[in-house]
T-cell receptor, first 112, second 115 residues
Framework: DAKTTQPNSMESNEEEPVHLPCNHS???????IHWYRQLPSQGPEYVIH???SNVNNRMASLAIAEDRKSSTLILHRATLRDAAVYYC?????????????FGKGTKLSVIP | GAGVSQSPSNKVTEKGKDVELRCDPI?????LYWYRQSLGQGLEFLIY????????KSGLPSDRFSAERTGGSVSTLTIQRTQQEDSAVYLC?????????????FGPGTRLLVL
């Protein structure tokens, strides 16, 4: 499986934008980039996903580098509720495509 | 609508006892997944169901672990002769059909403590 690398932790001030990076230099052409987050004492929740183009939804934006070897999850205005562990996950078609392979993720702290 | 629910939310058991963990997926979701989250191992995949069939059991850590799904809905994860290393949060998720782009919706988990 293609591997992702994320910083262990990041801090942000409340109401500031947050850019969470993810490196995936061994990504293949058909790998989708998914982001999930896990709030304290809860199950993971979906944030966003994309293939090649940048994506926006009500929760966040996903910026994908032109060579697809890295991506950035953007929270436009961090709130205290956004404090969570953020996971960048590659999903590849074929055997095992249904499972999510979680790394260690980035623990985001939001400072009031 | 209702999300994925799991029961019990917490379970404390003695080493050597059997436990059953239940998952109720979102109605209409044919794909169901079990994951485990422990302090030392992070979040790891256990098993995947498509309908009532489990085409991939590769993540089950030992033959003490088994799972079934009935009526294409409720699933039960059973751990026999529990060991202390089984202590973890067991998470269930479901998705519409198991497709690559589909969102997996997670339940709140069952926190299992084996004494």
């Amino acid at each position: 499986d293609a591997k992702t690398t994320q910083p262990n932790s990041m801090e942000s001030n409340e109401e500031e934008p947050v850019h969470l990076p993810c490196n995936h230099s061994t990504i293949s052409g058909t790998d989708y980039i998914h982001w999930y987050r896990q709030l304290p004492s809860q199950g993971p929740e979906y944030v966003i996903h994309g293939l090649t183009s940048n994506v926006n939804n009500r929760m966040a934006s996903l910026a994908i580098a032109e060579d697809r070897k890295s991506s950035t999850l953007i929270l436009h205005r961090a709130t205290l509720r956004d404090a969570a562990v953020y996971y960048c996950i590659l999903r590849r078609s074929g055997a095992g495509s249904y499972q999510l392979t979680f790394g260690k993720g980035t623990k985001l702290s939001v400072i009031p | 609508g209702a999300g994925v629910s799991q029961s019990p939310s917490n379970k404390v058991t003695e080493k050597g006892k059997d436990v059953e963990l239940r998952c109720d997926p979102i109605s209409g979701h044919t794909a169901l997944y079990w994951y485990r989250q422990s302090l030392g191992q992070g979040l790891e995949f256990l098993i995947y169901f498509q309908g009532n069939s489990a085409p991939d059991k590769s993540g089950l850590p030992s033959d003490r672990f088994s799972a079934e799904r009935t009526g294409g809905s409720v699933s039960t994860l059973t751990i026999q002769r529990t060991q202390q290393e089984d202590s973890a949060v067991y998470l269930c998720a479901s998705s519409l059909q198991g497709g690559l782009q589909e969102t997996q919706y997670f339940g709140p988990g069952t926190r299992l403590l084996v004494l």
